[in-house]
């Protein structure tokens, strides 16, 4: 029946975008959060031409850059000398180049725009305090089963439940994801105590053997969002435990002193334990598919997880109206359609992360084979992922 509602697992920005791009398609949908309330933890999300594409088809480009920033250029720099290594630059050629701007914004503030956009929808219902456990399909539907014994029933299920998906145990069945050895510490901080030293207007990643530090402002650029990742055998789950600042200063003792200058002024760091898994196939079982995380979760390098999840959500809405008669074609659809690009992303971030921590000779031929790019061959490098995205049927969800 056209009527029951599709059920998605998930209020994250995966699970979110997904409720919005299928409620403007005419979908019912309800959204089930586990936590207590929406939302989302602190720490930035750069957003590329590819999203933004994708957020003009959910009518939210204009509040998204509203409370976004948008850095002049990517940078990366040497940590140790500090000199330059690469510059891919953001202006105005850059937007000729790809049709659509680079943006980067506060988690909360992406999820935020997101979440107003589908409250505002008549087809949408949301639920807190809804943890999923399993899910039973037949012939006509999906029966979602929560903790405490409560049930859902809809035509249709997404789960959109991140890294540690338990609808993608039922669907897939692979156990954890892989520990990558990389910790992320994260913090943000007013601009007034931003060090002199440091760059405003652009995002800023300093490369060093098996570290990195990435900055870059927030919310109309009234905070700096700083990212620290180094190697370590550390394994918690979770996205938010507290982070040890002596630990942070020895990874980052060699480095320059307005790295550390920026580092010293943050006493509360959160930190998480960088996990991912290799693409792989099989999101789609009958009525029931992965998105988001949940299908693909990828290591932060490439920028793009938050990204690709709402690729998904579009490609979704899309391949549901090619498909109308057909759900589990159109799942199996979306699947084809989103599985190389979002496996380039996964395995493409893993190598960005070697690039970054790089030491000794391999340090070198990065910077060999970085140097003296022009502009337009720095943005060829990103062409296959800003570019796009492309599946049969664009648009076909309106
Ligand atoms: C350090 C770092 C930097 C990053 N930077 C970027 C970036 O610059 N750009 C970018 O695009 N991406 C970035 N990402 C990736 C991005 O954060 C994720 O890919 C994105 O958040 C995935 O969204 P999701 O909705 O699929 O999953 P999640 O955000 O994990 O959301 C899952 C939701 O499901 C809920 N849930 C879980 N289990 C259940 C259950 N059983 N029942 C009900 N609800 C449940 C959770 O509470 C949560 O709300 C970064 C990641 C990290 C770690």
């Given at each position: 029946m056209r009527d029951d509602p599709i059920l998605i697992v998930g209020g994250g920005i995966g699970g979110v975008g997904a409720g919005l791009a299928l409620a403007r398609a005419g979908h019912r949908v309800q959204v089930f959060e586990r936590s207590s309330a929406f939302g989302e933890i602190g720490a930035g999300i750069q957003l590329g031409p590819n999203v933004m594409r994708m957020f003009e088809r959910l009518g939210v480009k204009e509040a998204v850059l509203d409370i976004g920033f948008r850095p002049t250029a990517l940078v990366m720099r040497d940590a140790i000398q500090g000199f330059e290594i690469a510059r891919v630059p953001l202006g105005p050629g850059f937007e000729k180049r790809f049709g659509q701007p680079y943006a980067v914004i506060h988690r909360a503030d992406l999820h935020a725009v997101l979440l107003e956009a589908l409250k505002a929808e008549p087809n949408a219902e949301l639920f807190t305090d809804h943890d999923a456990e399993g899910f039973a399909q037949d012939a006509a539907g999906v029966t979602l089963r929560f903790k405490g014994g409560k049930e859902a029933r809809g035509r249709a299920l997404i789960g959109a439940d991140g890294l540690w998906s338990r609808i993608r145990q039922q669907v897939i069945g692979d156990g954890k994801p892989i520990v990558s050895g990389h910790i992320a510490y994260r913090a943000v901080l007013p601009m007034?105590?931003?060090?002199?030293?440091?760059?405003?207007?652009e995002m800023t990643v300093w490369v060093g053997p098996r570290i990195h530090l990435v900055h870059y402002r927030l919310r109309r650029g009234t905070l700096m969002n700083l990212v620290a990742v180094f190697h370590s055998d550390r394994y918690s789950e979770g996205w938010n435990e507290s982070g040890d600042v002596a630990e942070l200063e020895r990874h980052f003792a060699g480095t320059r002193p307005e790295v550390r200058a920026l580092l010293a002024k943050i006493n509360a760091w959160k930190y998480w334990v960088l996990c991912w898994r290799e693409p792989r196939r099989g999101w789609s079982q009958g009525r029931v598919t992965l998105l988001g995380d949940a299908a693909h979760p990828t290591l932060q390098y490439l920028a793009q997880g938050a990204n690709q999840a709402i690729e998904d959500a579009v490609c979704l809405a899309d391949m549901l109206a090619a498909y109308a008669a057909d759900l589990p074609a159109a799942f199996r659809a979306y699947e084809d359609a989103r599985v190389l690009r979002t496996g380039r992303v996964q395995i493409m971030s893993k190598v960005y992360g070697e690039v970054f921590h790089a030491a000794h000779v391999t340090a070198e031929l990065r910077n060999a084979m970085l140097a003296n790019r022009t502009a337009e061959q720095a943005w060829d490098g990103m062409a296959w992922l800003y570019e796009g995205p492309v599946w049969p049927y664009y648009g076909a969800s309106g």
């Open positions: 007034e105590e931003v060090p002199e030293a440091i760059s405003r207007h």
